[in-house]
């Protein structure tokens, strides 16, 4: 029997009469199905119907309603909605246990860790509260705090192996690992069958190098659940590095990866196997990919992974490079044919130089890495880069001695074993002008925009050699539709740094927002001679959509796919794509854009259907007015053309994001 489409469920939706449902959960089900098809009004008419219901009941199914408004406003990038539903659902019951924690997850899921504080400041001791305040002491940056709420639920921690796997992985986080292991081994005395509490011991000793014990707790856990995918991940793992041959462990790794494909650690292992059984390709595919979905600790560590095995198989060949050269196929290496030969002499004088390192005293080290340009690195360096003065340098002279020292942890929570105390140590990152610019501008999604400018300030007076405030702050300015005052900061930061190749795709990203096309043209062309090899997809975003509104609308398309392949998740580089195809007159690759942009966009179209024809997505479907609905949604857009962070404005000018690019 064939399945509905979702238009024609959408219809079945739409012909039910919400009157005439008396089931308070079977009027948010439909809402959360009207919202999943992308049809806003309809999803907010259920939730009135189950609002009615709920006040038949009472406060606490008020506060439900409530907080359900508040989820599906967060997953449509309706941040300002959101904070106000959930301060609808903390009056409509002030005193749930229940209703505080689920709104502190709400607000932390964003970034709002004072609101999310907030909403436990006087909660009960309920374990769950208080083991929500404890991730959000973590995330704010307060041990101390997290330590003292996790005291608080002590006597309960006795009776619950969930409650106590909760609190051992909040230790982990802070890395107190006797902590950490102490929960996780009550969690097992309390419930042998507790499968979370034998996986995280599993990877417990695993990642303090004891592969053995790992292969152990990870089998008792697979034995409890063999369809378990972190389990069988776990054993997988402990195998890995316990020194089985990778080769046997892939097909095995693909079927762990098949349930949870966008697994950041579980596709960084997998890559470990590929390179261990000399698929380098694969191994580097799965390591970009990996970084989609990864963390800022677990990016520097994926980072670190393709720089070895660029040097393994390719040569000395940085990120950028690396991740060019996995878009071409035929790619030749740096060093041909001869470089597995000196890479062979390279492996037997990296372990000594990291001996070296990890035996020089401090001053010796700063002289080193003084000469190795540290300092620099700091300023204009990576997104992220270890605290540790050592770690920089064994990262830079023997990435794989440093990448050994983590035992293969490649969780949130990275760690590494400290060679002169053997104990489990976490890997804290510095902040570079980089990566602080990079945090100041993600914090548009829950700040006012003049304080999210305001920020840049003190990043550009901490790091007056950098261009990165400059860069980023600018792309702000480009999302909030300000280009003179975006054109000023592009234009500082190639004071400082005239090769800078974002630079000048952000100045040729003004002057086609404001009708100069060939300036535009010419300062795309300049970006691209900063850096020929590095041609991406951010620049063949903005390039192809100057050459459609040029009207070269076969040059745009070339462009605009291939920004669509590398880049899936830039949804204004799907938008122009739909209108050079138009252009073209090519109805089948029109459509099948439009179907990939209510699947990764469906809020925005529906926001933009709203505003433009007054009905859903669903209901417009001729070519014409799809192209004014899109040609809508580049106005709400302004000048965001990220990938991360998709932002669009009503016409109300309330700021909204497309949730599902974030």
């Not at 707790?217 to 389990?231: C, G, H, L, Q």
């Not at 795309?524 to 041609?535: G, H």
């Amino acid at each position: 029997m064939r399945s509905k489409s979702p238009r024609d469920t959408w219809q079945a939706l739409c012909q039910t009469d919400p009157a005439r449902v008396a089931d308070m959960p079977r009027a948010i089900e439909a809402a959360r199905l009207a919202h999943q098809l992308g049809d806003l009004r309809l999803s907010a008419k259920w939730l009135t119907r189950a609002e009615q219901l709920a006040a038949r009941i009472g406060p606490s199914s008020l506060a439900r309603v409530e907080l359900e408004r508040a989820k599906l406003a967060r997953s449509a990038g309706r941040i300002i909605t959101c904070r106000e539903h959930v301060a609808r659902a903390l009056r409509a019951d002030p005193a749930s246990a229940d209703v505080r924690e689920r709104a502190a997850e709400l607000l932390q899921s964003f970034g709002d860790l004072d609101g999310a504080a907030a909403c436990l400041s006087d909660a009960s001791p309920h374990p769950n509260v208080v083991l929500r305040h404890a991730s959000i002491a973590v995330s704010r940056g307060k041990a101390a705090e997290a330590r003292e709420a996790l005291q608080r639920i002590a006597k309960e921690m006795q009776h619950s192996a969930p409650v106590l796997v909760s609190a051992g992985n909040i230790f982990l986080a802070m890395v107190d690992v006797d902590r950490a292991r102490e929960c996780f081994t009550m969690a097992v005395e309390r419930d042998r069958q507790c499968i979370q509490a034998h996986v995280a011991l599993a990877f417990l000793a695993l990642h303090h190098g004891q592969t053995d014990v790992a292969v152990q707790y990870a089998e008792r856990a697979v034995e409890i659940d063999p369809n378990d995918p972190r389990a069988r991940l776990g054993l997988l793992a402990s195998k890995l590095f316990r020194g089985d041959d990778p080769s046997r462990l892939l097909t095995e790794f693909d079927a762990v990866i098949e349930k949870m494909p966008s697994n950041s650690e579980a596709l960084a292992l997998r890559a470990r196997a590929r390179r261990g059984a000399g698929d380098a390709r694969g191994a580097l595919e799965d390591l970009l990919r990996a970084k989609h979905s990864g963390s800022e600790a677990q990016n520097y560590l994926l980072d670190l992974e393709i720089v070895a095995l660029g040097r393994q198989f390719w040569g000395f060949l940085t990120i950028e490079e690396l991740t060019a050269m996995a878009k071409k196929p035929n790619h030749e290496a740096q060093f041909g044919m001869y470089w597995p030969f000196a890479h062979r002499a390279l492996t037997k004088i990296e372990p000594r130089m990291a001996k070296a390192i990890w035996l020089l005293p401090d001053f010796a080290l700063r002289r080193l890495a003084d000469r190795l340009g540290d300092r620099f690195r700091e300023e204009e360096g990576e997104l992220a880069a270890p605290k540790s003065l050592r770690l920089r340098l064994l990262e830079r002279l023997s990435p794989d001695e440093l990448l050994r020292a983590t035992h293969g942890n490649r969780s949130p929570s990275c760690t590494y074993v400290d060679k002169a105390t053997g104990r489990l140590v976490p890997l804290e990152l510095r902040r570079s002008a980089r990566h602080r610019a990079k945090t100041a501008q993600w914090a548009i999604l829950h700040s006012s925009p003049e304080d999210v400018l305001r920020s840049f300030d003190v990043i550009a007076q901490d790091h007056p050699r950098s261009h990165h405030p400059f860069a980023y702050r600018g792309e702000v300015l480009l999302w909030l539709g300000r280009y003179d005052e975006a054109a000023n900061d592009f234009q500082k930061g190639l004071a400082v740094n005239p090769r800078a190749r974002w630079l000048h795709i952000g100045m040729g990203a003004v002057q086609f927002f404001q009708g100069n096309i060939d300036e535009a043209l010419r300062s795309f062309q300049r970006s691209v001679e900063c850096a020929p090899l590095l041609v991406g997809p951010t620049l063949l975003a903005y390039r192809g959509e100057a050459l459609r509104l040029a009207g070269k609308p076969q040059e745009a398309v070339r462009d605009l796919k291939t920004a669509c392949r590398d880049n899936p998740s830039r949804i204004s580089a799907w938008v122009n794509l739909w209108l050079a195809n138009d252009d073209l007159g090519l109805a089948g690759e029109r459509d099948a854009v439009f179907a990939e942009l209510v699947t990764k966009s469906r809020f925005l179209l529906a926001d933009a259907a709203e505003e433009q024809f007054s009905k859903a997505v669903y209901d417009i479907q001729s070519p014409p007015e799809r192209r004014l609905l899109l040609e809508h949604v580049l106005c709400m857009m302004r000048g965001n053309r990220s990938s991360s962070c998709v932002t669009y404005f009503m016409a109300d000018g309330e700021l909204r994001s497309v949730m599902s690019a974030v």
